[in-house]
């Protein structure tokens, strides 16, 4: 809960660059009790796309894991916004994973919670990483650091593991993930507009006991310069606890203009987990399109 506070207190922080602070990602962030606009406003159209910094965890060999998301403030538009000078983190060293698309508030939900993540040496110490977006006519950043204790997450499961992050695979018996950083597939190719079938392996792992919930899967275009179409972009998974791969979960995806393309699967237990900064998996894979 007190996660939840703190993230809402840093996003309705943001101001423009031209404030005086300590450090060059500060001078985006504003002091206390400033603010540049109300993010409670939510609008149909015209409204901003604002970078939320969730949080931080530790991986089990020590390096560190920035976990960041997205509010689109508008409830009907749809925002694209390419890589590069619109849409950048900074050092330029961890640039590149973050979405180019931002769909608009959620069905039954605040807004789009640990979307990527970015990760960090163990001996980053005091720096940030500072992810800027320019939509609006609005410039906003937000930075990631490992300083506050408020910060840290648990990462894929609850404390004391009443609840965990689905694990996914994008082969039976190959590498998984869990968790926000999760895991990357193979690259795919495909021509524009020929379905693509693309699958994922997903399931619980036994530490959850007899966890019967089905998983919710979502399908998002991440990145690229098209449209994409999916056949069937939300399923509630049925698996058998105790399936070591998981259960078989597909869709099939029709990309309108030739270019590369990030996918990105969402496999979570329920909506009201995302609040605690649990649980939930992103699978990606890359999709490179021929005309």
């Not at 694209?80 to 330029?92: M, Q, S, Y």
């Not at 996914?168 to 079938?197: H, K």
Request: negative net charge; aromatic residues 10%; proline residues 9%.
């Amino acid at each position: 809960m007190v996660i939840r506070v703190l993230v809402v207190l840093l996003v309705t922080t943001i101001v423009p660059a031209t404030s005086v602070a300590q450090r060059a990602s500060e001078r985006r962030v504003a002091n206390p009790g400033e603010t540049q606009f109300d993010v409670q406003l939510l609008r149909p159209t015209g409204g901003p796309v604002v970078p939320i910094f969730e949080g931080w965890y530790r991986n089990p060999d020590g390096t560190f894991e920035l976990s960041f998301g997205f509010f689109n403030v508008n409830t009907e538009e749809v925002i694209e916004v390419p890589l590069g000078r619109e849409n950048f983190i900074e050092p330029a060293g961890f640039d590149g994973r973050q979405p180019t698309r931002f769909e608009p508030v959620p069905d039954r939900d605040r807004r789009h919670w640990g979307a990527f993540t970015v990760g960090v040496p163990a001996d980053f110490g005091d720096r940030d990483v500072v992810w800027t977006i320019r939509s609006a006519g609005q410039t906003l950043s937000v930075p990631g650091r490992l300083t506050s204790r408020s910060y840290e997450l648990a990462g894929w499961a609850f404390p004391g593991r009443t609840s965990m992050a689905p694990r996914v695979r994008w082969e039976p018996g190959g590498p998984s993930g869990r968790g926000p950083s999760g895991i990357t597939g193979a690259a795919l190719q495909v021509q524009e507009g020929v379905p693509l079938t693309i699958a994922a392996w997903v399931g619980r792992d036994a530490e959850v006991g007899n966890d019967e919930r089905p998983i919710n899967i979502k399908w998002f275009k991440h990145q690229g310069p098209g449209a994409v179409t999916f056949d069937e972009r939300t399923t509630a998974l049925e698996w058998e606890p105790g399936d070591v791969d998981g259960a078989r979960v597909a869709t099939t995806a029709t990309f309108a203009e030739p270019g590369d393309y990030l996918l990105r699967l969402l496999a979570f237990n329920v909506i009201r987990e995302f609040e605690f900064q649990c649980c939930w998996t992103n699978g990606f894979v890359p999709v490179t399109v021929a005309p």
